[in-house]
């Protein structure tokens, strides 16, 4: 009998290990965000294309840009935000409310499990509609 671990749960651990480091998350947490606002298929659809993490230190020009959307849906593609912190999720929060109560729709995709894990944590899940991808989003 062998004492060795496979190499799929070492790799495991050490990627576990890696997410986990104080300073792997300072510098993912400190990172720009960078964002896109583009037309969907349909005229009345926007699409926020986001990069980088949605965190209070990032927050506050991005959401004076989100205040001058008028589309009837929009799209928050978070496929490439690999954190998300609690003002983050406030953000997101205050815009299906802001969108709701305007007769608006707001939809979220390609959420990451870490990311997704914060909105399930705090029950926001239950309100906002999530979606795999792009196209499952607009069809």
Not at 7 to 27: Q, S
Not at 47 to 72: C, D, H, M
Not at 74 to 81: C, K, S, Y
Not at 111 to 128: G, H
Request: proline content about 6%; aromatic content about 10%.
């Amino acid at each position: 009998m062998s004492n060795s671990f496979p190499v799929k749960e070492i790799y495991t651990i050490v990627m576990f290990e890696y997410w986990l480091n104080p300073v792997f998350l300072r510098v993912m947490r400190d990172a720009p965000l960078q964002f896109e606002i583009v037309p969907g298929k349909s005229p009345e659809t926007s699409v926020v294309k986001l990069s980088g993490p949605l965190t209070l230190l990032n927050l506050f020009g991005f959401q004076e840009q989100l205040r001058g959307i008028n589309a009837s849906y929009t799209i928050l593609d978070f496929e490439n935000v690999p954190y998300m912190d609690s003002a983050g999720l406030g953000m997101v929060v205050n815009l299906h409310v802001s969108c709701t109560n305007k007769g608006r729709k707001v939809a979220l995709v390609g959420v990451n499990p870490r990311v997704l894990a914060i909105f399930q944590s705090t029950r926001v899940d239950s309100i906002l509609k999530f979606y795999g991808g792009l196209e499952e989003a607009e069809g």
